[in-house]
């Protein structure tokens, strides 16, 4: 068997933008999301210690399940391929049931490092109606070419 | 708690040293890398199919923005005698800074070697800074960053994360 690249680097360039997805959060992916992550704190499942212990208007999604939801954004585009070397978030607002999330990405650069690794430099945004509610810098590597893994890369020759 | 904005030379005194070695409570399990793919309806064939993830990673991984979940400890363990907190130095800082609420602001997780199911992994915290005090729309109280290194059983980093934390009391408190 051999798995053949969904993306190559050498087919992304600075500016393109990722197909957007779209998502109804609901209490269940709340709670599905925070106990995924082993999450145990009762802001991310009960409604009443959320709203009267942390003023807000409900449970909300936890950082670690975002972190999840934003792999998941951008291997979708990759395929198994692609290979994270660095995500930086930036939580701005929270996620609450009933809330409609869409991530968007737009490829802010593209560049071979010295040990010929391909990289694309995204920016990722989660939004709920126009708002932004958390950011994120991702850093992933693609094949150069049909032949090539990031993954195979150890040692000095990942250099994330 | 004194109140001033000067940052207490106790505190002072951990920037930079290695706190909280551990090993994971348990290795890391292809449940949890289903049930965590399942809550973001994440269909990468690297954590479904078998072939797939043997061809692409030299066999099964798991996402690497799982890293942290590894420590966090279940719910309960026989013979845990206190809560066992993930992060324990952000929860020192509060104790010690007196700051009841706390909210991770920025989070940097840099991946090197893939985790692989069976892993036992290890780690330590080093807090790397903490801020004067600061008035946000949530309260008053400090920024401080934290790095968690990991490790797995062959001592190989597989991943760094650095949290940017702020400790702070509401407006009544």
Not at chain 1, 53 to 56: A, S, T
């Given at each position: 068997m051999t798995v053949a690249p969904t993306?190559?680097?050498?087919?992304v360039g600075k500016g393109d933008t990722l197909p957007v997805l779209s998502y109804p959060v609901t209490a269940t992916t709340v709670v599905l999301g925070a106990m995924a992550s082993r999450d145990?704190?009762?802001m991310h499942h009960d409604k009443d210690f959320a709203v009267q212990?942390?003023?807000?208007r409900d449970i909300f999604l936890n950082t670690p399940n975002q972190a999840a939801w934003f792999e998941r954004y951008v291997t979708d585009w990759t395929g198994p391929h692609g290979r994270l070397g660095r995500v930086t978030f930036r939580m701005k607002g929270s996620v609450f049931p009933g809330d409609t999330m869409e991530l968007h990405s737009v490829v802010d650069d593209t560049a071979i490092d010295e040990v010929s690794c391909g990289w694309a430099e995204l920016s990722v945004v989660l939004r709920v109606a126009d708002e932004e509610k958390t950011t994120a810098a991702v850093r992933v590597a693609l094949p150069?070419?049909?032949?090539?893994?990031?993954?195979?890369r150890r040692g000095d020759q990942w250099r994330p | 708690m004194t109140g001033g904005t000067t940052v207490p030379a106790e505190i002072e005194a951990l920037v930079g040293m290695a706190q909280y070695e551990q090993v994971g409570e348990f290795p890391v399990e292809r449940g949890y890398i289903w049930t965590t793919c399942a809550s973001v309806e994440n269909?990468?064939?690297?954590?479904?199919d078998e072939e797939v993830a043997e061809e692409v990673t030299g066999g099964p991984i798991a996402?690497?923005?799982?890293?942290?979940v590894w420590f966090r400890p279940h719910h309960w363990a026989p013979g845990r005698s206190a809560p066992h907190l993930p992060l324990q130095v952000h929860f020192d800082l509060k104790e010690r800074l007196g700051l009841p609420e706390a909210v991770m602001t920025d989070n940097t997780i840099v991946f090197h070697e893939p985790v692989r199911p069976g892993d036992r992994l290890r780690t330590h915290q080093v807090l790397r800074s903490v801020s004067e005090e600061k008035t946000t729309k949530l309260g008053t109280g400090r920024f401080w960053v934290i790095d968690v290194e990991y490790r797995n059983q062959r001592h190989e980093l597989v991943a760094v994360e650095s949290y940017t934390g702020f400790g702070y009391r509401r407006g009544a408190q």
């Open positions: 993306l190559l680097w050498s087919s145990w704190r009762p212990h942390n003023g807000l150069v070419d049909e032949a090539d893994n990031p993954w195979r | 269909g990468n064939p690297l954590f479904w996402p690497p923005t799982m890293v942290s």
